[in-house]
């Protein structure tokens, strides 16, 4: 019987897949344009090649990840303030099983509650024009956006000086709410949490 890879397995092999394509030990020779005469004008094709070779092993990846159902799911830990909160997340470059959805449904509540918890008396800016741009919202219309959303993602940057939490509000499939490519089926919207007067820089 063959051996399955594991979760951490997988991020392994993909890291080290990525850096041989980013340093030219892998390409996709098939691949010369993205197809967008803007992004082609440029980007060399060798840096195209590279990067295509790359998708197409990571495809081949969720393939198996999906055939041999290895979670996606990796467990994180963020502290602010204080308190500190576990969770699940679908790392960024695996595939979330249906089960992992489960997973991260379930996890939604205990999330929100340290989001609250650890923003109160923040300034709350909504990430609008692909992150290019902030709105500022009050609390209530995060609750809004919560109670829409399947499942929830955190992260934290900074330190007491200048401290920015966001709050990731998804549904659909992770791997698709990311740079909205399964729009509109999977989606996310991006809540920035502030020190009062400051304003969000991720």
């Not at 989001?115 to 709350?124: I, K």
């Not at 920015?164 to 698709?176: A, F, M, R, S």
Request: glycine letters at 6%; one cysteine or more.
């Amino acid at each position: 019987m063959s051996k399955v890879y594991s979760t951490q397995e997988l991020i392994k092999i993909l890291a080290d897949e990525r850096r041989a394509c980013m340093s030219g030990q892998r390409f996709n020779l098939t691949a010369s344009v993205s197809g967008n005469p803007l992004i082609d004008r440029f980007v060399k094709p060798d840096g195209i090649q590279k990067f295509s070779a790359y998708q197409d092993f990571k495809a081949t990846v969720h393939s198996y990840q999906r055939q041999n159902q290895i979670s996606g799911i990796v467990w994180q830990q963020l502290k602010i303030k204080g308190e500190t909160l576990h969770y699940p997340a679908v790392h960024d470059q695996l595939v979330a099983l249906p089960s992992d959805l489960e997973i991260l449904k379930a996890a939604k509540a205990s999330i929100l509650e340290f989001w609250h918890s650890t923003t109160r008396n923040m300034d709350l800016y909504l990430s609008i024009n692909n992150s290019k741009d902030y709105r500022q919202i009050q609390s209530t219309y995060v609750s809004k956006l919560a109670y829409r959303s399947e499942w929830v993602n955190l992260s934290g940057h900074g330190k007491a000086d200048f401290l920015e939490i966001i709050l990731q509000l998804g549904w659909g499939k992770p791997e698709e709410a990311f740079y909205k490519r399964g729009w509109p089926t999977s989606g996310s919207e991006h809540i920035h949490a502030v020190n009062p007067g400051k304003y969000p820089i991720c």
